[in-house]
């Protein structure tokens, strides 16, 4: 809704309106855009992984072409659990790069000697299908990448990346700290202006985002707005191109 039509709706002041959705946006209750607002939108139970991969699969695999178009030859790239960023690894097929990821499925994906393979150890957690830990988090703790790419349960401008598994936050975070900086984030629009359970990475340290042309573009204005540069998808799985409206 937009602050004018509210006004005029409870017949108030567009001052008061702004005051009322400021005092219901700190609550997190509802997401604020310029002019207006939208109810916040909050992720629901965890799906399991295979759930994961038959939703948006289409978007996903558009989505994983335009990452995998921003990773050089010879890159150390961080890539953790989900269904997306495993289309990320399947675009990486036959690439001379170094993939570490906690991603226990991404061993089905990346069969080729081309490219090298690491999987961090830890424990499975059959769910997600990743690997989280202790010995997970060792394993990140010696690798120097040349970029990051994560997957997301929701990305919005006021919460930043947020997760539904409290364990995954600690790699995810580690993660980002071990790249140089060069951080994407993957995630279809279902994503976009959701809050999930858990507090992930700041969008301060997200240097891209990657999503389809179903995304709010309300909400992806804030995120552009708080300097990240947004990528939307416009072509198809096997040859994505990307635009940045």
Do not use: W, Y
């Not at 202790?134 to 690798?143: D, K, T, V």
Request: proline content about 2%; glycine content about 8%.
């Amino acid at each position: 809704m937009r602050v004018s039509d509210l006004a005029t709706a409870f017949k108030v002041s567009e001052i008061t309106i702004r005051r009322d959705l400021d005092e219901l946006s700190d609550e997190g209750l509802v997401e604020r855009f310029h002019g207006g607002a939208q109810l916040a939108h909050t992720a629901g139970r965890e799906n399991l992984f295979v759930e994961k991969g038959m939703q948006h699969a289409a978007e996903k695999e558009a989505i994983g072409a335009e990452a995998a178009a921003l990773v050089n030859d010879e890159d150390t790239v961080l890539l953790n659990g989900g269904s997306t960023t495993l289309a990320v690894l399947r675009h990486l097929r036959h690439r001379n790069v170094r993939v570490v990821t906690n991603n226990a499925a991404a061993t089905t994906e990346f069969t080729d000697e081309a490219g090298e393979l690491i999987i961090v150890g830890g424990e499975f957690r059959a769910k997600s299908r990743s690997l989280i830990g202790n010995l997970a988090l060792l394993a990140l703790s010696q690798i120097h990448a040349t970029m990051c790419i994560l997957g997301t349960n929701g990305v919005s401008a006021r919460t930043g990346l947020t997760t539904s598994v409290h364990a995954e936050t600690a790699i995810n975070r580690l993660m980002v700290e071990r790249s140089n900086g060069n951080v994407v984030v993957v995630a279809d629009g279902s994503k976009i202006g959701v809050t999930s359970s858990f507090a992930c990475v700041p969008l301060s340290q997200v240097r891209t985002l990657i999503t389809d042309p179903s995304a709010n573009p309300e909400q992806l204005a804030a995120i552009r707005a708080a300097g990240v540069r947004v990528i939307v998808s416009t072509g198809s799985a096997s040859g994505a191109v990307g635009a940045t409206p």
